[in-house]
């Protein structure tokens, strides 16, 4: 995968993202093997080039032909054998943000379909409380400066996707560990104004409560750390093999990078911004304390 934006291929086809993932993971283990494209081709009744266009994550997957290709490549494990076949059918089954495509850009949709495949979500922001951890008032505020000149409707469709996506992530029954690094400056500027801000902190206090949630705040007497570039996510996947993958947004598009270089270098950045962050046992207090200066 390069540092380029991400396209949908159309109604139905799942994150290109997902499949860019599932076929490296197919490659690698075919390449363990010794196999050759045209050997995993005549094994799932298609050609070299089929097995070509399936790791490159340029076509959906059929279950029985991923099946076909573990067996073939000796992964014989359950589990392994599941989670792969369960990345096929995410990258491959409609979101359940596909209904909300009159207002959701197609570069947001890989990282919709990536979020929803990871075990562990790691982010650092500077402007705003990342989207998952929004209150409805805060996301609405949000989205009113990013959508100057929106409708009201336009809006709240917006901010209804944002809160379905914080129930479908962090509600679920296995819900993916979810690390946060914030800088003060989040905290302290009042994004829809001071009721709405006093309730979005509230928020962050219970919401840090959570088993599968780390909060870390980057307080301002820290000075200059080594994620000063801008925000940021890592997503890990339940697979150890499935590569790290680094979302950068931008205005108008987002760059997934997941090459090791790149990825590493994002890695480092994370874990030493979570060194120089107030330590998560702290978070509650740090965010009482401001409620309490400010709003």
């Known amino acids: 995968m390069t540092a380029a934006q991400q396209q949908e291929d159309g109604p139905g086809s799942g ?12 490659r690698r283990l075919r390449e363990a093997r010794g196999f050759t494209r045209e050997d995993a081709g005549w094994e799932i009744r298609g050609s070299g080039s089929k097995i070509s266009r399936m790791e490159l994550g340029r076509v959906s997957f059929k279950e029985r032909d991923i099946k076909d290709l573990l067996t073939l490549y000796g992964v014989t494990d359950e589990q392994e054998r599941e989670q792969l076949v369960s990345l096929a059918r995410q990258a491959n089954a409609p979101g359940w943000w596909q209904r909300f495509g009159d207002v959701l850009p197609s570069w947001f949709q890989a990282y919709l379909g990536l979020e929803a495949a990871a075990s562990l979500i790691r982010t650092y922001e500077i402007q705003f409380v990342p989207g998952l951890l929004q209150t409805r008032d805060y996301a609405r505020a949000v989205i009113s400066l990013g959508h100057v000149g929106a409708s009201t409707a336009d809006i709240e469709r917006r901010t209804d996707l944002r809160i379905e996506r914080q129930q479908k992530i962090l509600d679920k029954p296995n819900p993916p560990q979810v690390w946060a690094v914030l800088d003060e400056a989040v905290l302290r500027r009042p994004i829809g104004g001071p009721e709405v801000m006093r309730a979005q902190l509230e928020a962050l206090i219970e919401v840090s409560k959570r088993p599968h949630v780390q909060l870390q705040i980057m307080p301002f ?9 801008g925000p940021f996510a890592i997503l ?16 108008t598009s987002a760059i997934y990078l997941d090459k090791r270089e790149d990825v590493d270098h994002y890695a480092i950045a994370m874990e030493r911004v979570c060194v120089d962050a107030e330590p998560p046992n702290q978070t509650a207090a740090i965010l009482g304390k401001i409620l309490q200066e400010h709003f």
């Open 236 to 251: 890990r996947f339940p697979d150890r093999e499935l590569p790290d993958v680094v979302y950068v947004e931008q205005l």
């Open 15 to 26: 994150p290109t993202v997902l499949r860019i993932l599932l076929g490296a993971q197919l």
């Open 221 to 229: 007497q820290t000075g200059g750390h080594a994620a000063a570039g």
